[in-house]
């Protein structure tokens, strides 16, 4: 039978708010998503300046780098409840909000203490973010879930990239303080543009389920807050194996993500390049994981087996940091390499989406997996520190830092290759 044909503009009385509701949701989409890594990488270049002035210890910069996963740790599992009470684009606002305040705030701080403090609050915002994105996602373009994908990776990345690249030459002009809080605008226009979102969605909600009572369908998905939020899985996340092999995996990509975040500037510094040098290798890390990651959710979302596009992504982690140990002298052959392995942390997020198939699902697993592979990573840049501090040298942080998560990361990406969506596995539809 031939498909009927589409019913005319004018018989379609929520065409048009869906319309607008989307393009506004695209752009506060992507101007939230530039905020996800900046928090961290606008710090992480200045670590070395600020330390100075404050005096604080390798042990300290590596709380810092953890300071991020604890925040994606404990928000992660709160975030889906915050939603549920407040809303997706209300809680997409308040993340935004939280961070641009942080930001700002942190530029003023007067020692190491109140320092950790105001970057926490910076990143509770961006810990929210992280979970909210992708069933808003889900939620608005559930037809567009590969072309989505990619646009908040590039933003994310694009937000990771640039502020290492910049900060080092930024303080020496202005002074570290603006440096760090400049990047504050950002955060405040996704807070406005998410505000403004909301209220669309507020005024736009007694019209379409008016339209949608006529008609005797529901409203279109991504019209609104439950357009696409379905059910949600049949038990809780946290008695699914699924969930748990996916924070294992994401946990595992995510303890090196920070731990290069955090202390690449260190290595690469310490083996004799300058630090405005080594920021510009972190963006070069940032950007390197931009391109590989332009092809990641498209060859996730249509894998039928997912451990080949890990494991590489693995690899490139392994040869990285086997090259900046022993080479650091080709610096940027290997920083690319790590951004192959960076890239993974595109592959995980995309994950997400393609294991659920409603918007409740996608929130659910979105912040468990974010919560306790967040949970899991925070060993990594305090681990990588700390046994710096003990041991005197690299050679142990390299191996049980590094080499362990990947090993740890190789065999749960092989458990976990098969996509099973996580409504099937929470109603018994493979072993939990």
């Given at each position: 039978?031939?498909?009927?044909?589409?019913?005319?503009?004018?018989?379609?009385?929520?065409?048009?708010?869906?319309?607008?509701?989307?393009?506004?949701?695209?752009?506060?989409?992507?101007?939230?998503?530039?905020?996800?890594?900046?928090?961290?990488?606008?710090?992480?270049?200045?670590?070395?300046?600020?330390?100075?002035?404050?005096?604080?210890?390798?042990?300290?910069?590596?709380?810092?780098?953890?300071?991020?996963?604890?925040?994606?740790?404990?928000?992660?599992?709160v975030?889906?409840?915050?939603m549920?009470?407040?809303?997706?684009?209300?809680?997409?606002?308040?993340?935004?909000?939280?961070?641009g305040?942080g930001?700002?705030?942190?530029?003023?701080?007067?020692?190491?203490g109140t320092?950790?403090?105001?970057?926490?609050?910076?990143?509770?915002?961006?810990?929210?973010?992280?979970?909210?994105?992708?069933?808003?996602?889900k939620?608005?373009?559930?037809d567009?879930?590969?072309?989505?994908?990619?646009?908040?990776?590039?933003?994310?990345?694009?937000?990771?990239?640039?502020?290492?690249?910049v900060a080092?030459p930024?303080?020496?002009?202005?002074?570290?303080?603006?440096?760090?809080?400049?990047?504050?605008?950002?955060a405040?226009?996704?807070?406005?543009?998410?505000?403004?979102?909301?209220?669309?969605?507020r005024r736009?909600?007694?019209?379409l389920?008016?339209?949608?009572?006529?008609?005797?369908?529901?409203?279109?998905?991504?019209?609104?807050?439950?357009?696409?939020?379905?059910?949600?899985?049949?038990?809780?996340?946290?008695?699914?194996?699924?969930?748990?092999?996916?924070?294992?995996?994401?946990?595992?990509?995510?303890?090196n993500?920070?731990?290069l975040?955090?202390?690449?500037?260190?290595?690469?510094?310490?083996?004799?390049?300058?630090?405005?040098?080594?920021?510009?290798?972190?963006?070069?890390?940032?950007?390197?994981?931009?391109?590989?990651?332009?092809v990641?959710?498209?060859?996730?979302?249509?894998?039928?087996?997912?451990?080949?596009?890990v494991?590489?992504?693995?690899?490139?982690?392994?040869v990285?940091?086997?090259?900046?140990?022993?080479?650091?002298?080709?610096?940027?052959?290997?920083?690319?390499?790590?951004?192959?392995?960076?890239?993974?942390?595109?592959?995980?997020?995309?994950?997400?989406?393609?294991?659920?198939?409603?918007?409740?699902?996608?929130?659910?697993?979105?912040?468990?997996?974010?919560?306790?592979?967040?949970?899991?990573?925070?060993?990594?840049?305090?681990?990588?520190?700390?046994?710096?501090?003990?041991?005197?040298?690299?050679?142990?942080?390299?191996?049980?830092?590094?080499?362990?998560?990947?090993?740890?990361?190789?065999?749960?990406?092989y458990?976990?290759?098969?996509?099973?969506?996580?409504?099937?596995?929470?109603?018994?539809?493979?072993?939990?």
């Amino acid at each position: 039978m031939r498909p009927s044909p589409a019913p005319a503009a004018a018989d379609r009385p929520s065409a048009r708010p869906r319309t607008r509701g989307r393009a506004l949701a695209l752009l506060a989409i992507v101007c939230a998503a530039l905020n996800l890594r900046l928090v961290v990488t606008s710090l992480s270049p200045l670590l070395a300046t600020v330390g100075e002035e404050f005096g604080f210890t390798a042990v300290v910069v590596g709380v810092f780098g953890t300071l991020p996963l604890i925040a994606f740790a404990v928000f992660g599992l709160v975030t889906p409840a915050i939603m549920r009470r407040l809303g997706p684009e209300a809680t997409a606002a308040l993340s935004m909000l939280l961070t641009g305040a942080g930001q700002v705030v942190r530029s003023f701080a007067p020692d190491t203490g109140t320092l950790l403090v105001l970057t926490g609050i910076a990143l509770t915002g961006a810990a929210l973010g992280n979970v909210v994105l992708p069933p808003l996602i889900k939620q608005y373009f559930p037809d567009r879930l590969a072309a989505l994908s990619t646009v908040q990776m590039v933003a994310i990345h694009a937000g990771a990239l640039f502020p290492p690249l910049v900060a080092v030459p930024l303080a020496e002009a202005t002074g570290w303080r603006f440096a760090l809080g400049a990047w504050s605008v950002l955060a405040l226009a996704a807070a406005l543009l998410w505000a403004l979102q909301g209220r669309r969605v507020r005024r736009d909600a007694p019209a379409l389920a008016a339209s949608g009572s006529r008609s005797g369908a529901a409203p279109a998905d991504g019209a609104g807050p439950e357009g696409s939020s379905g059910a949600g899985p049949a038990r809780p996340i946290w008695r699914v194996g699924t969930a748990w092999r996916m924070a294992l995996l994401f946990g595992m990509v995510t303890w090196n993500v920070f731990t290069l975040f955090t202390w690449l500037p260190a290595l690469l510094t310490g083996a004799g390049h300058s630090p405005a040098a080594a920021g510009a290798m972190v963006s070069l890390m940032v950007g390197s994981s931009l391109l590989f990651g332009l092809v990641a959710p498209t060859l996730t979302l249509r894998a039928v087996n997912t451990f080949p596009i890990v494991a590489l992504g693995l690899t490139g982690y392994a040869v990285g940091y086997l090259g900046v140990a022993a080479a650091p002298q080709l610096a940027p052959l290997w920083v690319v390499c790590l951004g192959l392995g960076t890239s993974l942390f595109v592959v995980t997020m995309t994950m997400i989406n393609a294991r659920s198939t409603t918007a409740r699902g996608s929130a659910a697993l979105s912040g468990f997996v974010q919560g306790a592979g967040s949970g899991i990573a925070l060993g990594g840049p305090l681990l990588f520190g700390l046994l710096r501090e003990l041991t005197g040298g690299w050679a142990a942080s390299y191996a049980l830092v590094a080499g362990g998560s990947l090993a740890v990361a190789f065999v749960v990406a092989y458990v976990e290759r098969t996509p099973w969506t996580i409504e099937a596995a929470a109603a018994g539809g493979r072993p939990g």
